[in-house]
């Protein structure tokens, strides 16, 4: 079964840092690309980041170039999101996908609340 465990979220001051992690099982890691999104309170979930499966190509929404690194571990199964000068308008629960895996599974999510 396809299973997304995200974690590295917490409180951060604003212009802090984290990074996420998400450990991917239930596919094969190394054949897809993958994709971090995340859902603000009161908002749709909205596209982030997405990497390809040689991590040749990376691709961002306006709202995360420049401050936010999207890598990944293929022997790890796992994807990374690491985010710098945070602001209090990254405040959202994190997620990771594969967006070519079906059925579309997601995981809990990491919070990530940035506020002084």
């Known amino acids: 079964q396809v299973q997304y465990v995200e974690s590295g979220g917490g409180l951060v001051q604003p212009g802090g840092s984290l990074r996420l992690s998400c450990a991917a099982s239930g596919f094969t890691f190394s054949s897809v690309s993958m994709s971090w999104y995340r859902q603000a309170p009161g908002k749709e979930r909205e596209f982030v980041a997405l990497?390809?499966?040689?991590?040749?190509?990376?691709n961002y929404a306006g709202s995360a170039k420049g401050r936010f690194t999207i890598s990944r571990d293929n022997a790890r199964s796992t994807v990374y999101l690491q985010i710098d000068r945070l602001q209090p308008e990254d405040t959202a629960v994190y997620y990771c996908n594969a967006p070519s895996v079906r059925p579309v599974y997601w995981g809990q999510g990491t919070q990530v609340t940035v506020s002084s």
């Open positions: 990497i390809t499966k040689n991590s040749d190509v990376t």
